[in-house]
């Protein structure tokens, strides 16, 4: 039968052919087709197969085959899905002789059935919307709302469906909302209401949301909704919740933030290498601490071209070695980088190694570990030096004791004795005196030496002594100084006219063939807790010869120098100085670049006060009264007792603490002054003063010590003090100052 007039039927007609007891679906309509596509999957399958719970399809089939005529009923199905009947249909089966049945479909219409096709798709959609996690809103024609869900109310800050339904403006009064711009949004400005007016489509639109507990960030997407006929009906438009997105990302933000400024303040970067691609990476500020240069490479040999010469190749075979290292295998080392701006800088590289199936990479840190570096040069320098000091403050002390008894007994013997032998004399008094000026020399280095405190103008002290400098350093050397501000310094002017002197000998000294020598002054900032009122900077550049590294690291220990003649002690005794000064000084130079000093000085405040110079007298009254000399040095016992009693007292001696307080336990009489060297076997100077300061309550002190280190002990706080070696008239002085009487000195 020739069944090509169903591509024009208007309804969808089934065609089965009888095979044995079943009928077999055989060809569709166009119609049925068009209405269901995907029956076109079932020709070939039986009708027992397909209509298995609807068993009166097959027995109508049979009976219009068998009967060879037309048979009629009505079927109520279920579409797909569906718990209830949902379609009225009517079956026309028309026999087409052998062996097919033409089934005719014809939908009939039941109100009740459609209405609960309807209800039942109305209950799946909310029951959709109602489980999705974002906010969905259902707007009509005219903007009101028909429907929305739970989270969409819990997000504009209704409590039911009914504060919501029917209205245009949703957003509660505590409920703020604004667009990226920060613009706030109003009822006739949302995008739900702005499609229904365009018809176009909106998304991937940010507000803030913010309410009485907080600020939400949301996504917005409104889409039209359109009639059959392409007219705009509505809006559907859903709401999704961002914030913890964006707190997440602000999280992040924040902790690269505090990373970067961690990193930044411990002068470290970041790195990674992968050896496989020789592809490395570096975080931005590496190349800004170390001056690199970056480039798409960016592989261990770009690398490679910034570490010094001197440390390539260890640092090369170093991480060659991590080849064969396994998973979690960490390493440091310590290296220089040569920045683009030439300077070499101290790096401490921290690595690990990570394995992840054949790919391994190397990850760390870098640090900047110069100024630790530089730090520590000077820790071994000062500590070097200190151990110095300490052996030239001992030898000082001793070496004072013994110019103590010299230079004295010179004094006393020098009006005694035959003019023949005067000249001889003064060429012994010269040469203890050179002595003295060495030891002191060493006493500085050592920062054991007593001072006298003034105010002192840096800057008038440097032009006071210009003329010298100009004389000291010669025609073929310019002398320019510089002043900037005026910074006052508490310190010893004498002290300091030394460390500049000694500063310019050696800028002299190193422009054999004449050059430039500038003296710069200027008030510097500082540290506010540890110099409130600044520094004042002292700099002394030449453009001599310069040094390396290795005279730089000795510049200024005692008795080391590179000129063939002199001690060695200029630089060294002007360290002591600056040193006990509070200050600080330093030197930077290179060979050929000539040489800096730079010597920094805290500030006082222009009427801040320090201790002035004590008041000397040329003059005064013969000595009267008792004193009492201990020392257990014989020599210098002695000697001091003679120059005593020259002076008028009358004298007691001790060679020890415990014999100072026999004799004046036996001595009836009054003792006016007790002349007591500090350092002493047994009981010290200090302990035997407290002693007898009980015992005689009118009892003056004045110690004597080859160094004043212990001067520093309160127990010495308000008494006289008389660096060795002294002369007669230093005496006289002191003596003086402690029992109140001045007057002519007589011998």
Aim: proline residues 5%; charged residues 25%.
């Amino acid at each position: 039968m020739d069944l090509g007039f169903l591509d024009d039927v208007p309804v969808p007609c089934y065609v089965v052919r009888r095979e044995a007891h079943d009928f077999v679906l055989a060809k569709l309509s166009a119609a049925a087709l068009a209405r269901s596509p995907v029956l076109e999957a079932f020709i070939g399958r039986s009708l027992t197969e397909l209509y298995n719970d609807q068993p009166e399809v097959r027995v109508a089939a049979f009976r219009a085959h068998e009967e060879q005529k037309v048979v009629e009923h009505e079927v109520a199905f279920r579409m797909h899905n569906r718990t209830e009947a949902t379609e009225l249909l009517r079956l026309r089966y028309v026999p087409a002789p052998p062996d097919l049945v033409l089934i005719y479909v014809t939908e009939l219409q039941r109100p009740d059935m459609v209405r609960a096709a309807l209800e039942e798709s109305e209950a799946r959609y909310r029951s959709l919307v109602a489980s999705l996690p974002d906010a969905v809103m259902l707007r009509g024609s005219d903007g009101r709302v028909l429907f929305c869900n739970d989270v969409a109310l819990e997000l504009f800050g209704a409590a039911s469906q009914a504060e919501i339904l029917g209205k245009r403006d949703v957003i509660a009064p505590d409920v703020v909302v604004h667009n990226e711009l920060g613009e706030a949004l109003d009822a006739s400005n949302v995008p739900s209401v702005r499609v229904i007016k365009t018809g176009v489509p909106e998304s991937d639109l940010v507000y803030s949301f913010a309410k009485p507990d907080g600020v939400r960030w949301i996504r917005v997407a409104a889409q039209p909704i359109r009639a059959a006929d392409g007219r705009v009906t509505g809006s559907v438009t859903t709401f999704t919740d961002l914030t913890e997105r964006y707190e997440a990302q602000a999280a992040l933000r924040a902790s690269a933030t505090r990373l970067e400024l961690a990193l930044a303040s411990a002068r470290m970067g970041i790195w990674e290498y992968v050896p496989d691609k020789d592809h490395g990476w570096w975080s931005p500020n590496l190349s800004e601490l170390f001056r690199l240069r970056t480039d798409d490479r960016n592989g261990f040999g770009v690398f490679l071209e910034h570490v010094h010469p001197d440390d390539r190749t260890a640092l090369a075979d170093r991480l060659s070695a991590l080849g064969t290292a396994g998973h979690g295998d960490s390493y440091e080392v310590e290296f220089r980088l040569v920045g683009q701006d030439g300077v070499a800088r101290w790096a401490r590289c921290y690595g690990r190694v990570f394995i992840d199936g054949s790919r391994r990479m190397l990850a760390g840190t870098i640090m900047d570990v110069t100024e630790h570096r530089e730090l520590e040069e000077q820790l071994r320098v000062a500590g070097r030096l200190e151990s110095i000091g300490r052996l030239a403050g001992g030898v000082a002390h001793d070496f004072n004791n013994l110019l103590a008894a010299m230079l004295g007994s010179l004094e006393l013997i020098e009006g005694h004795v035959d003019p023949s032998v005067r000249d001889d004399l003064a060429t012994l008094r010269h040469s203890a005196l050179r002595a003295r000026d060495l030891t002191r020399q060493l006493l500085a280095f050592a920062r054991k030496q007593a001072l006298v405190w003034q105010k002192v103008d840096l800057a008038a002290l440097v032009n006071h002594v210009h003329l010298l400098l100009k004389r000291l350093v010669g025609p073929h050397i310019a002398i320019s100084i510089a002043i900037d501000g005026n910074p006052l310094v508490s310190a010893d002017p004498s002290l300091l006219e030394q460390v500049l002197v000694n500063l310019v000998v050696n800028a002299r000294d190193a422009m054999p063939e004449g050059g430039q020598l500038e003296i710069r002054v200027e008030l510097a900032p500082s540290d506010p807790v540890a110099a409130p009122h600044g520094v004042a900077r002292l700099t002394v550049a030449d453009s001599g010869v310069g040094m390396d590294e290795a005279t730089r690291s000795r510049i200024f220990e005692p008795f080391f120098t590179t000129k063939g003649h002199g001690t060695g002690l200029g630089l060294a005794s002007s360290y002591g100085i600056i040193q006990q000064h509070r200050g600080d000084i330093r030197v930077e130079s290179e060979p050929g670049r000539g040489t800096r000093f730079i010597v920094t000085l805290p500030c006082i405040a222009p009427g801040e006060g320090v201790e002035e110079r004590p008041r000397t007298s040329s003059s005064m009254a013969p000595g009267r009264g008792m004193v009492l000399v201990v020392d257990d040095d014989d020599a210098v016992r002695k000697t001091t007792a003679r120059l005593v009693r020259s002076l008028g007292y009358e004298v007691l001696d001790a060679g020890s603490g415990a014999q100072a307080l026999a004799r004046s336990t036996e001595h009836d009489g009054r003792i006016d002054i007790l002349l007591c060297d500090i350092v002493m076997p047994g009981e010290d100077g200090r302990d035997l003063a407290d002693r007898l300061a009980k015992l005689r309550p009118e009892l003056k002190i004045v110690f004597m010590s080859g160094y004043s280190k212990d001067l520093q002990d309160p127990r010495l706080t308000g008494a006289s003090f008389l660096q060795k070696p002294f002369g007669r008239q230093e005496l006289a002085q002191k003596l003086a100052e402690a029992t109140g009487a001045e007057g002519d000195v007589t011998a």
